[in-house]
C-alpha cells in the first residue's frame, strides 16, 4: 500500500473496543480525581524510565478515558483528567489486553489522529493494567517525536504496570464485602453484592458526568456562560453529595456486618487485641456517637487475648454501652475514651473504659450489670479513680 493510500485510511476516531458493558469493572476509587501519592510516584518513574516527557495511568470506562495519574500533561488534560475514549491511544491496549506500541502515529493508521493533530502526541506505549474483573485501562508513556523503544524499557513498564494494578487494587480492597460460611451473613452479604454493583455504576456514572462537566468548564468562555450552568453545576455538585453519603452508609453498613459476624460467630479459643479494639469501636458506635463517638487507644503492638473473639467484644461492648446509655438517659453527653494497657509481666490486658462526668453511681449500676453478663471468671473488673470502669483478660491461660 503506498503512503497516499495509508494517509486515506487515517481517521481522526475509531473504537476498537466496542459497546461491552465496562461500569462494572471500576469502582469510585479507580475514577477518583483526587491525587494518590504511591500512584504519582509510579508514572513519574515510568516517564524517567521511557525518558518520556509524558505518563499516565488511564481508565477506560464505556465513553471515556480517564486519568487516573498522571505527569506531564497539556493544561487542556489537565484541566478535565479525560478525553472521549474513541480518541485514546489506549483503546488498543485494552481492547487486546496486550502492549501496543507506535513509533510514528501521524502515520499510523491504528490511531485516532485527534490527539495527534491537536497536541502532537507521536510515539506510545502502553501496558494493560488488569484486575480480576478485566482489563481497566493503561500505564503509558508518549512523546511528540518519533522515536522507538527498548526491550529494557518495555521490561520495566511492565513491571511497573504491575505496580499499578497492586495499588489500585489497595484503593478498591476496602470496599469488598468479606465473604462468609456462615449461613444467616452469607445471605446478607449475598444481599449486599448487588447494592454494591449498583452504587459502583452510579459512581462509574457520576464519574464521567464530572469528566463532562470539567471539559464544559474549561472550553467555556466567562462571557458566554448562563445563569442555567451555574444552576447545572450546584445540582450536579447536590448529586455527588448524596451519592457520596450513601456511599458512606453503605460502608459503615458492611463493616457493621463484618463486626456483628465476629461478635456472634467466630470460634477459637484466643483472638487478636487489635481485632477487638476496632469492632468495639464499630458496635458501639451507635450509641456514642451522640458525645462524638469512643477514642480507641490502640497500643503500639498486638497482643493475643486467651479467651474467644466473641466474648471479648461482647463483655467489652456491653460495658461501653451501658455507659453511654446511662448518661445519654440522664441526658449528659460526655465523650468517651477506651484504653488499652498490658501489664508489665505481659500476663493481663486491661482495658480502661473512662469518660468525664462518671459518678460514683454511675460506676456501681455499670459494675453491677457486667458481672451479670461476663460469661468466665478470668476477667477481673473495678473502678479507676472515680471515673471509669476496668476490665483485665489474661493474655494466656491461667
Given at each position: 500500500?503506498?503512503?497516499?493510500?495509508?494517509?486515506?485510511?487515517?481517521?481522526?476516531?475509531?473504537?476498537?473496543?466496542?459497546?461491552?458493558?465496562?461500569?462494572?469493572?471500576?469502582?469510585?476509587?479507580?475514577?477518583?480525581?483526587?491525587?494518590?501519592?504511591?500512584?504519582?510516584?509510579?508514572?513519574?518513574?515510568?516517564?524517567?524510565?521511557?525518558?518520556?516527557?509524558?505518563?499516565?495511568?488511564?481508565?477506560?470506562?464505556?465513553?471515556?478515558?480517564?486519568?487516573?495519574?498522571?505527569?506531564?500533561?497539556?493544561?487542556?488534560?489537565?484541566?478535565?483528567?479525560?478525553?472521549?475514549?474513541?480518541?485514546?491511544?489506549?483503546?488498543?491496549?485494552?481492547?487486546?489486553?496486550a502492549p501496543f506500541e507506535t513509533n510514528d502515529a501521524s502515520a499510523d493508521r491504528r490511531v485516532p489522529q485527534t490527539l495527534v493533530k491537536a497536541l502532537g502526541l507521536t510515539s506510545y506505549y502502553g501496558v494493560p493494567i488488569r484486575s480480576q474483573q478485566g482489563t481497566l485501562g493503561t500505564l503509558c508513556v508518549?512523546?511528540?517525536?518519533?522515536?522507538?523503544?527498548?526491550?529494557?524499557?518495555?521490561?520495566?513498564?511492565?513491571?511497573?504496570?504491575?505496580?499499578?494494578?497492586?495499588?489500585?487494587?489497595?484503593?478498591?480492597?476496602?470496599?469488598?464485602?468479606?465473604?462468609?460460611?456462615?449461613?444467616?451473613?452469607?445471605?446478607?452479604?449475598?444481599?449486599?453484592?448487588?447494592?454494591?454493583?449498583?452504587?459502583?455504576?452510579?459512581?462509574?456514572?457520576?464519574a464521567e458526568v464530572q469528566a463532562f462537566q470539567r471539559y464544559t468548564n474549561a472550553s467555556q468562555r466567562p462571557h458566554t456562560r448562563s445563569p442555567m450552568m451555574d444552576s447545572g453545576d450546584a445540582v450536579l455538585a447536590d448529586l455527588v453529595d448524596e451519592v457520596r453519603a450513601i456511599t458512606e452508609h453503605f460502608?459503615?453498613?458492611?463493616?457493621?456486618?463484618?463486626?456483628?459476624?465476629?461478635?456472634?460467630?467466630?470460634?477459637?479459643?484466643?483472638?487478636?487485641?487489635?481485632?477487638?479494639?476496632?469492632?468495639?469501636?464499630?458496635?458501639?458506635?451507635?450509641?456514642?456517637?451522640?458525645?462524638?463517638?469512643?477514642?480507641?487507644?490502640?497500643?503500639?503492638?498486638?497482643?493475643?487475648?486467651?479467651?474467644?473473639?466473641?466474648?471479648?467484644?461482647?463483655?467489652?461492648?456491653?460495658?461501653?454501652?451501658?455507659?453511654?446509655?446511662?448518661?445519654?438517659?440522664?441526658?449528659?453527653?460526655?465523650?468517651?475514651?477506651?484504653?488499652?494497657?498490658?501489664?508489665?509481666?505481659?500476663?493481663?490486658?486491661?482495658?480502661?473504659?473512662?469518660?468525664?462526668?462518671?459518678?460514683?453511681?454511675?460506676?456501681?449500676?455499670?459494675?453491677?450489670?457486667?458481672?451479670?453478663?461476663?460469661?468466665?471468671?478470668?476477667?477481673?473488673?473495678?473502678?479507676?479513680?472515680?471515673?471509669?470502669?476496668?476490665?483485665?483478660?489474661?493474655?494466656?491461660?491461667?
Amino acid at each position: 500500500m503506498s503512503t497516499n493510500d495509508e494517509q486515506d485510511t487515517l481517521q481522526d476516531r475509531m473504537d476498537v473496543i466496542g459497546d461491552s458493558p465496562r461500569a462494572h469493572l471500576f469502582s469510585a476509587e479507580l475514577l477518583s480525581t483526587q491525587p494518590d501519592h504511591e500512584l504519582q510516584s509510579l508514572v513519574e518513574a515510568a516517564a524517567r524510565v521511557a525518558d518520556t516527557p509524558i505518563a499516565i495511568v488511564t481508565m477506560l470506562t464505556d465513553h471515556l478515558q480517564i486519568f487516573r495519574a498522571h505527569t506531564g500533561l497539556a493544561d487542556e488534560e489537565k484541566a478535565t483528567l479525560a478525553t472521549d475514549r474513541d480518541i485514546s491511544f489506549c483503546q488498543q491496549v485494552v481492547a487486546w489486553d496486550a502492549p501496543f506500541e507506535t513509533n510514528d502515529a501521524s502515520a499510523d493508521r491504528r490511531v485516532p489522529q485527534t490527539l495527534v493533530k491537536a497536541l502532537g502526541l507521536t510515539s506510545y506505549y502502553g501496558v494493560p493494567i488488569r484486575s480480576q474483573q478485566g482489563t481497566l485501562g493503561t500505564l503509558c508513556v508518549i512523546d511528540v517525536t518519533p522515536r522507538g523503544f527498548t526491550d529494557t524499557q518495555r521490561a520495566e513498564l511492565a513491571a511497573l504496570g504491575r505496580l499499578v494494578e497492586r495499588r489500585l487494587e489497595q484503593l478498591r480492597s476496602s470496599r469488598r464485602i468479606r465473604s462468609s460460611t456462615e449461613p444467616t451473613f452469607a445471605e446478607l452479604r449475598n444481599l449486599l453484592t448487588p447494592m454494591m454493583m449498583s452504587i459502583d455504576t452510579l459512581e462509574v456514572s457520576l464519574a464521567e458526568v464530572q469528566a463532562f462537566q470539567r471539559y464544559t468548564n474549561a472550553s467555556q468562555r466567562p462571557h458566554t456562560r448562563s445563569p442555567m450552568m451555574d444552576s447545572g453545576d450546584a445540582v450536579l455538585a447536590d448529586l455527588v453529595d448524596e451519592v457520596r453519603a450513601i456511599t458512606e452508609h453503605f460502608d459503615a453498613l458492611v463493616v457493621n456486618i463484618d463486626a456483628l459476624q465476629d461478635a456472634t460467630c467466630e470460634t477459637g479459643s484466643d483472638c487478636s487485641l487489635w481485632r477487638v479494639l476496632s469492632n468495639v469501636q464499630t458496635l458501639t458506635h451507635h450509641l456514642t456517637k451522640v458525645s462524638g463517638g469512643l477514642t480507641v487507644e490502640r497500643p503500639a503492638s498486638d497482643t493475643t487475648i486467651a479467651a474467644p473473639l466473641t466474648e471479648v467484644i461482647s463483655t467489652i461492648c456491653v460495658a461501653v454501652n451501658l455507659g453511654a446509655k446511662r448518661m445519654l438517659d440522664t441526658s449528659r453527653l460526655v465523650h468517651a475514651t477506651l484504653s488499652v494497657d498490658v501489664d508489665q509481666d505481659a500476663s493481663r490486658v486491661r482495658f480502661d473504659i473512662r469518660a468525664e462526668g462518671y459518678t460514683p453511681d454511675d460506676l456501681d449500676e455499670i459494675e453491677r450489670h457486667i458481672l451479670e453478663v461476663i460469661p468466665s471468671k478470668s476477667w477481673q473488673i473495678s473502678t479507676r479513680e472515680g471515673r471509669g470502669i476496668s476490665l483485665s483478660i489474661p493474655t494466656t491461660s491461667e
